[in-house]
């Protein structure tokens, strides 16, 4: 290489021609070349023989160039400047610069030149110039628009352009590790691959299917039916069909690429796998069986051409048809199996055998009848009589069927079906874009215009009776056109099928095209079953059907496909007869129109940004018309094969439905959904909120859902079916972007896993208090937003940090300010399961083995900090709620009151991370996660077990069983209640929310059996039967079942001594006097501390929940579930410590217990 060679960091291989500019004057070599014009920024180098270079990296020629033309640099070794650093600062001179593209210089000393020379000043005011062989790029990180970086429609991010973090951080190098996560896989090197053209591969296919069998055989019969009027108007009429089918084709083939598999690759990535699969399969079938139908029809043709010569082969019958049929398709196979272009060459010498035919039989016309036979079998040349008897219908009863027009067009309509045999092979055409559209509306115009002129032909030129009377010719009169009996006439329109044969110049040559007519249809159908099956077969949408995706070859070939076609093509030629089976193959030819019409119309409706065909001869309404024309047809033909045809799509719909196939091609359908959610949310917005139609929207703060499932079950038990869920994260710090669509894939699947209809919204802030305020502000839409705030009970509160206990305190004011409710849930175990379902130790590992291609605008920036984003929170403990031990107690043996203690986080809910700490959640993703490594995708729907298994979600640390115990305690929201208690203290009117979110549980069908205890707060003692009266009557207008109604008399009364023990137990640690601390430090820590005159202020009210702490461990000890009104945290009267002894002295030993605070506006109504 010459010295001016240049080199990348990164290992890219840039595509060919990523920069090119236009050439300068090359006419003299050997001699300097002048600059034409000086200002010329782009430029292309040439060689020595004038050819351009195709590449960035120059060879010796382009070397030696460069020489000649730089005679006055040529000790110059390295380029030192770079538009980044043209403006930059002095003091940034000196900092090392990371940058992808470097030229590294030969020796130390060339690079040891000073910036300042005239050759660098020269070279900054002319920093395009490429005589130094350097193109555009190595002078930025930026890529320029070329094709190649959106190559692969499966991804957002392309393979040669920069990441948003390579861009955006300064300090990132290369991008080796993630170039090749976003290749193509069908984009393999394609030299050498046969590729066609529209006439060869789209026109000359569709042609010789439009022109079976149907157009020698059966189109006579149907001018004699119909006439010359409704003839036109049936064929006119399938035209129409196959016209605004076509249209429709050609909007969808040319809004982008299309691939192979034809019909089924512009259905699938247009209404979606549910439909593009079940059509895909069914239309291969039909391909199949048609190529079968088409061979029985050649055998037939030839067995007629063998008895008319007195021959046969055993029978003349049905084993003949065996075995012409079999020896057929082998013939077949062979010449696809040597390759499309050995089948190309042979469609081509069909349809000119085709041409001859139908030449032949124009030629007969022109020449008349040769002799006197042919005239008394109604062949009478063109003449207007016959023409004008013809010209109207004359529908007869044909084997006990009464013709009408309707049962002409189901017995016509298949000769137009040959359609898409252009678009099958779209894998095989050069543009689809334009081959398919082009070709296909072609080949229906030349059709249509062969069939019409072909009907004027035989109206013209036959009569529709005649009975084959040499006598009645002899004698000069028209006799022989007269049948007067039934079955006298045995010739003409109506009673033969060989009048095309009959008016020909050369009978054989119609036998012939007859041939060329079924073998061309066989051949295309041979070619397109395999096609279309074998790209569904790569999407896996169903199952043990992978097999069938492999191709061989150049081109792709699957053989595979070839073969099981060919076997299904003998199992029902072997049958022999395929009248019964014809409407069904139409009619799944015609579902496949209908769903291609639909899916236009469907894209036309969405109006996805996306939806931009470059063919614009389309209607959005013509394309819904032709869907129900297509319809319309298919019961014609039969309604009994129409609703065969409709139960097996919807068969094959919904097992790709259920089978939930892990493909995403940005189909129309989530496009429409889009739509739909949007229009909804914005309608919803002009409905005015009422009491009646008031929903519980719960915002949980659960962190990761994996990590607090019993959390998660119980704020859905709410929700389900009813209203909004939401689960909020919040992560201390900032985090990549990578690992936070790791931590939303995470949630998402175990949503699914769980069956859990809900959202996650995850959010970093300084601090949990200030990410938990940002949640509650922002989290939501329209009026799809929270009213409730779930949280779960803060358990260390006595020994975490005194900055946690007050954010976590400050929640709930917040949440108070901003008008939501507040509930708090208590479990006797705690919630947090995160050690029990995770290994910690094994976080880190599984975070670092996430595959690079999770997100495709991730970059390596992400890997470098892939520890740090462990360390910076990897399950969000520090900043999610209801941890059940503290820090200090964590590994104390003794657990808390006494009660069973699971193995849970030793952090509080509010672990704020420090610069030794490590995250308490594990980051190890459940042991059935479908994104873990040791199950695949599929693995849930595999499964034999049931999802709400409890062995089967949840899974200890490495997949082992958990005890029997821990999954009921797991499961205590979720299984089945019987004969379950609900205790319900309504202690003061919060808007009747404590009273509502049992209600809602005792409707579920876990907890239907419940019993509603409701207690509640008597004003009077001596007027407590009225009050009691009073409350069952309001509770009555509420139309809320109860089991039990008490009232408390005397909460005021002073507590027993050894409840008010325990309370200052509780707050010991908290309580200060001025003299002991000084003023001082009363103001530092105020809100942390508890002072004689804050318990002397509220000495009634602290009274009052220790006296109903004493009612709680008297009445509820045995519930299943305790409701009881949140005491209302009064601001600047109450601080964090003495208000969550209170919460402990309430729910202390107490079963799982729910605090509930409304926001003081109604929620209940007994008005209808």
Known sequence: MSDFSSYEMSSVDRPVNRFQVNPVNHNKPNETIQLDVPQEVYRRLVNSDGEPLEDDTFNEDATEILNKQNLQRTQRQSIKSSFRDKDKPSRFKDQSQTTRFQVAPPNEEDSDDSSGSKDDRELLE?????????????????????????????????????????????????????????????????????????????????????????????????????????????????????????????????????????????????????????????????????????????????????????????????????????????????????????????????????????????????????????????????????????????????????????????????????????????????????????????????????????????????????????????????????????????????????????????????????????????????????KVFQALCKDELYPKIVWFAKGYGKNNEPFRGYVLTFIIAVAFILIGELNLIAPLISNFFLGAYTLINFSTFHASLAKPVGWRPTFKYYNMWLSLVGSILCVAVMFLISWVTALITFAAVLALYLIVAYRKPDVNWGSTTQAQTYKNALMSVQQLNNVEEHVKNYRPQILVLSGLPNTRPVLVDFAYMLTKNLSLLVCGHVIRGTSSQRYRNYLQDRATTWFRKHNIKGFYSLVDGEDFESGTRALMQACGIGKLKPNILLMGYKNDWQTCDKKELDQYFNIMHKALDMYLSVAILRLPTGLDCSQILGDESSAAKIVNDIPRTLQPNESSADLMSADRSVQNGLSGSMDSLSRNVSQDAGDSPNTENGLKQLKTSSTSDLSFMTGTQVKEVSGLPDPVDPKSPQLLTNSLRKSKQKHNDPAFLYKGPGGVELPKEILMELTQFTRKRSHAVIDVWWLYDDGGLTLLLPYIISTRRTWQSCKLRVYALANKKAELEFEQRSMASLLSKFRIDYSDLTLIPDITKKPQETTTTFFNELIKDFVSSEKENGPSNVATEEESIITEDDLMAVQDKTNRYLRLREYLHEQSMKSDLVVMTLPMPRKNIVSAPLYMAWLESLSRDMPPFLFVRGNQTSVLTFYS
């Not at 796998?273 to 079968?292: H, T």
């Open 126 to 530: 002319n920093e395009y110039d490429t005589k130094y062989g350097k193109s555009f790029r190595h002078f930025t990180r930026e890529a320029l628009p070329r094709l190649d970086n959106y190559r692969n429609i499966m991804s957002i991010q392309a393979a040669y352009r920069p990441t948003l973090d390579e861009l955006h951080n300064a300090t990132l190098t290369g991008k080796s590790a993630s170039l090749n996560r976003n290749q193509d896989p069908e984009a393999g090197n394609m030299n050498g691959s046969l590729k066609f053209g529209w006439i060869k591969g789209v026109l000359i296919r569709c042609l010789l299917n439009i022109w079976g069998v149907m157009l020698f055989l059966r189109l006579s019969w149907v001018v004699g039916q119909a006439g010359i009027v409704e003839g036109f108007i049936l064929i006119l009429t399938t035209t129409v069909v196959t016209s605004v089918t076509s249209l429709s084709m050609s909007a969808i083939s040319t809004n982008g690429v299309i691939k192979g598999g034809g019909t089924y690759y512009m259905i699938s990535r247009s209404l979606g796998p549910e439909f593009g699969g079940s059509i895909g399969l069914i239309f291969s079938l039909a391909n199949a069986v048609a190529c079968a139908m088409y061979v029985v029809g050649f055998c037939e043709s030839m067995l007629d051409l063998l008895k008319s010569f007195g021959l046969s082969i055993i029978d003349g019958g049905i084993q003949d048809v065996r075995i012409i049929g079999c020896i057929t398709i082998t013939i077949l196979l062979v010449i696809v199996v040597v390759g499309m272009e050995w089948e190309a060459k042979a469609q081509i010498g069909l349809l000119i055998i085709l041409l001859v035919a139908i030449a032949d039989f124009l030629i007969g016309s022109l020449i008349g009848p040769k002799s006197e036979l042919e005239k008394a079998e109604g062949f009478i040349g063109y003449n207007y009589t016959i023409f004008k008897q013809n010209l109207f219908s004359d529908y007869r009863v044909e084997n006990g069927v009464h013709h009408d027009f309707f049962s002409v067009i189901a017995i016509f309509f298949p000769a137009a079906t040959g359609i898409l045999a252009g678009a099958n092979i779209s894998g095989d055409l050069k543009d689809p874009q334009k081959s398919i559209p082009k070709g296909t509306l072609i080949a229906i115009l030349i059709s249509t215009a062969t069939y019409l002129f072909m009907v004027l032909v035989c109206a013209a030129t036959v009569a529709r009776d005649a009975t084959g009377n040499l006598a009645d010719v002899a004698n000069g009169s028209f006799a022989f056109l007269n049948c007067t009996e039934p079955g006298q006439c045995h010739y003409g329109l109506q009673n033969s099928f060989q009048v095309i044969e009959l008016v020909s110049g050369f009978g054989p040559l119609i036998y012939a095209g007859c041939f060329a007519a079924a073998i061309s249809s066989a051949l295309a159908s041979l070619v397109s079953a395999p």
